[in-house]
């Protein structure tokens, strides 16, 4: 009984270090070396390999025992009914044991490659992505003609178990990584990437005297196609828009997506007149017939053009540049092109118009707050509550965040605003306690610049006890770019935080750097996945791995995954098979001012209780 203890715990060990390596974001190659060197070290009789599987080939990721003219030998090597242990294994998509190489036929043609290598026996498992495809195998040798032993087999059992378990996140990080720098619909570089291009273009264009364009191109009114025909049939159309700049514009200069209707163009070793042509040539393609369902869609649009080193220096002036002459374009009557003058620059006169409407904004108390539901999928009960922050200016009305959030952060005055949203939801938490209205925590977003100036603690801590509330009900939310931040104060602003009971979530996450080395450096305790992952659940298999991948480093470590912008109950469906913690979305509510929050409170119970709630209802209900 010892002995089977030992070797259990042994196994147990393995799978530790092997999670922890995974969790930390070592690279597959080192994760599945250390795995094979690991089960070695346990069972000295065993050499291992892990192979993956790409286009019918054996490809070697990890084989620290075997000979080099072996695997030399084997890369590349075409999977099929008899093609050895892997090869066959690969093919059949079940396990393949070879207790005696030189007698089996599955081995011929291969048997002098394993005298290379000096093993007369393999038994190779393959190992599957979710789709049941075959995309590694793990296999182990033995020097001498033998079949393998209870332990052997219950250490390749969870060997394979660990293999889908790192390649799976590995492919769900490079999947994050593509997203990071490509746009996720079209498949164009996004601002990121184009960023990085027009530097080192700016930079070769300064050394040899040379000029560069940027464009930026909007399509005229396509917000009617989308609200006319749905979000669907203009996803089909940025598509086909995107396909068409790609084929206009020469493969050395770089076409991105910036976001929604709008694409950037940048373009090497070019003058004005070479341009122009360029910006002629994307409107005339665009304006070829663009059909969707038998439906011909207009597909105009207006261009603003910056040259370097002309019309500034540096690309975000560039960009700004050519978006003030691309507006210039469509006031004149769209479908159009212009090149920067600096007598356009209005964007300067509205932008501190806006900061100036900021500034009294936060004098005049025109900020409110909104409250969206947090459920927990597993009780069906309230998990908390996410403060949104409203602007109601005197003029203009509702003013959405995406417009005066970004200048409140460029102008230094995002630290009011944020200063406000915490006193408030501190208020308002005391407020709901008097009432006896049952709010277990609320999120609130922060900036990075509340932690690089290191001041957020105090203030934190200050609100807490001003308004008598314990630190376990407030959430920070923050991004995953500020978890990238080297800044001591922004360690320290952590570690104080987490010293009073403050959680910490990396909201939108899997959208932007996405390292489980920062989950592991800072004291995070939820993760949102970000509702771009959940929208097209459960019909995206993209979306369903990424959601999954997501959930499953969670899971590994321990944190809770908040999934955003859920709105059917399709999207529910799989988040809670996949274990999912929390859902915030329509599904369960819009956001609304904290006094509507009882009587949502209120059909909740009443949702949980009645017998003839709706279907969607009882499904939520479980």
Not at 511 to 520: D, E, M, N, R
Request: proline share 4%.
């Amino acid at each position: 009984m010892t002995g089977e203890r030992d070797e259990r715990d042994s196994i147990h060990v393995l799978q530790r270090d092997i999670l922890e390596a995974v969790a930390l974001g070592k690279p597959l190659a080192e994760v599945m070396d250390l795995l094979c060197r690991r089960a070695e070290l346990l069972a000295p009789e065993m050499l291992c390999s892990v192979l993956l599987v790409a286009n019918g080939r054996l490809h070697t990721i990890a084989a620290p025992s075997l000979s080099p003219e072996y695997l030399a030998a084997l890369e590349g090597a075409e999977i099929g009914p008899k093609a050895g242990s892997c090869g066959t294994a690969a093919w059949r998509g079940e396990h393949v044991e070879v207790t005696d190489i030189f007698n089996d036929p599955l081995w011929e043609g291969y048997q002098d490659l394993a005298a290379l290598s000096q093993v007369s026996a393999c038994w190779s498992t393959p190992i599957k992505d979710a789709d049941g495809s075959v995309v590694a195998t793990f296999a182990i040798y033995y020097r001498t003609p033998r079949g393998a032993v209870g332990f052997h087999r219950r250490m390749v059992e969870a060997c394979v178990h660990l293999c889908t378990i790192a390649i799976q996140n590995d492919r769900a990080k490079s999947k994050i990584h593509h997203l990071a720098f490509y746009d996720q619909l079209t498949g164009l570089p996004n601002r990121t990437l184009l960023g990085d291009r027009a530097d080192i273009a700016l930079a070769l264009a300064n050394s040899k005297g040379e000029r560069v364009a940027v464009m930026l191109l909007d399509i005229d009114r396509f917000k009617t196609i989308n609200d006319s025909l749905g979000y669907a049939v203009g996803d089909r159309f940025l598509k086909e828009v995107a396909r068409r700049l790609q084929v206009a514009v020469p493969a050395s200069d770089t076409v991105c997506r910036l976001g929604g209707d709008e694409f950037a163009i940048l373009l090497n070793q070019v003058d004005a007149t070479r341009a122009a042509e360029t910006a002629e040539e994307l409107l005339s393609a665009l304006y070829e017939r663009l059909e969707i369902d038998g439906m011909a869609l207009p597909s105009n649009a207006s261009i603003g053009i910056s040259m370097y080193p002309d019309d500034a220096s540096d690309f975000d002036a560039l960009l700004k540049n050519a978006e003030v002459a691309m507006y210039h374009a469509k006031e004149q009557g769209r479908n159009r092109f212009r090149f920067f003058k600096s007598e356009m620059d209005q964007a300067v006169v509205q932008r501190l118009e806006m900061e100036g409407a900021i500034r009294r904004a936060i004098l005049n108390k025109e900020f409110a707050l909104d409250f969206q539901p947090q459920v927990d999928l597993a009780t069906h009960t309230l998990y908390g509550v996410e403060a949104l922050v409203r602007w109601n200016h005197p003029q203009w009305g509702r003013v959405p965040p995406e417009h005066f959030i970004p200048l409140a952060e460029e102008c230094g005055l995002i630290n009011d605003i944020d200063t406000w949203v915490l006193e408030e939801t501190c208020r308002q938490l005391s407020t709901w306690d008097n009432l006896g209205v049952a709010v277990p925590a609320v999120a609130v977003n922060v900036s990075a610049t509340d932690f690089e100036q290191g001041n957020i603690p105090r203030r934190v801590t200050a609100a807490l006890t001003r308004h008598g509330i314990k630190g376990e009900r407030l959430i920070l939310e923050i991004t995953e770019r500020l978890m990238m931040d080297r800044n001591e104060n922004t360690l320290v602003a952590f570690e104080a935080l987490r010293k009073v009971g403050v959680r910490i979530s990396v909201d939108d996450f899997g959208t932007g750097y996405s390292s489980l080395t920062y989950l592991k450096r800072f004291p995070v305790s939820e993760l949102k996945l970000d509702r771009s992952f959940v929208s097209d659940l459960p019909h995206d298999t993209g979306d369903q791995a990424l959601a999954a991948a997501v959930i499953r480093v969670g899971q590994s470590l321990g944190l809770t995954v908040v999934a955003e912008g859920v709105e059917n109950d399709a999207q529910l469906t799989f988040l809670r098979a996949q274990g999912c913690n929390v859902g915030q979305g329509f599904f369960f509510s819009e956001p609304f001012g904290a006094d509507e929050l009882p009587k949502w409170l209120d059909r909740l119970a009443a949702s949980r209780s009645s017998a003839a709630s709706s279907p969607m209802e009882r499904h939520f209900l479980g």
